[in-house]
C-alpha cells in the first residue's frame, strides 16, 4: 500500500505564496506520476497540475499557468507545488495524487491516479 501525506496549507492573503508538499509512503520504488488536484465546496474536483515519472513533462490548469510550479524529488517520494500569486478564486482543499505507471505525458485525468491523500486545506483572503 502506498500513503500520501500532503502539508503546507493554511491561510494567506491575496498576492502571497505557498508551498504544498506530498510525501509518498509504503510501496515506492521507482519513479512515479503525481498530480495536484483541487475543489472548493459546491464545485467540482479540478486539475491543477501534473508531472510525469521521470520530470521531463508537466502539465499545468489554465487557471494556475503562470502561477503555480509542480516538481518533484524522486530520492525523497516528496512532490512540490509552488503556488505564488495567489487569487481568492484558489481557495480549496489541494489534493495530491500519484501512479506508479511510467507515462510519457503528465496526464491530468484523475482516474489515472490510484493513490491519494487526504487534502491540505488553502484559504486565500481578498
Known amino acids: 500500500q502506498v500513503y500520501l501525506v500532503e502539508s503546507g496549507g493554511g491561510l494567506v492573503q491575496a498576492g502571497d505564496s505557498l508551498r504544498l508538499s506530498c510525501v509518498a509512503s509504503g510501496r515506492t520504488i521507482g519513479g512515479y506520476t503525481m498530480g495536484w488536484f483541487r475543489q472548493a465546496p459546491g464545485k467540482e474536483r479540478e486539475f491543477v497540475a501534473s508531472i510525469n515519472y521521470n520530470g521531463e513533462r508537466v502539465n499545468y490548469g489554465d487557471s494556475v499557468k503562470g502561477r503555480f510550479t509542480i516538481s518533484k524529488d524522486n530520492a525523497k517520494n516528496t512532490g512540490y507545488l509552488q503556488m505564488n500569486s495567489l487569487k481568492p478564486e484558489d481557495s480549496a482543499v489541494y489534493y495530491c495524487?500519484?501512479?506508479?505507471?511510467?507515462?510519457?505525458?503528465?496526464?491530468?485525468?484523475?482516474?489515472?491516479?490510484?493513490?491519494w491523500g487526504q487534502g491540505t486545506q488553502v484559504t486565500v483572503s481578498s
Open positions: 495524487a500519484a501512479d506508479w505507471s511510467q507515462y510519457l505525458r503528465a496526464p491530468s485525468s484523475a482516474e489515472v491516479y490510484d493513490y
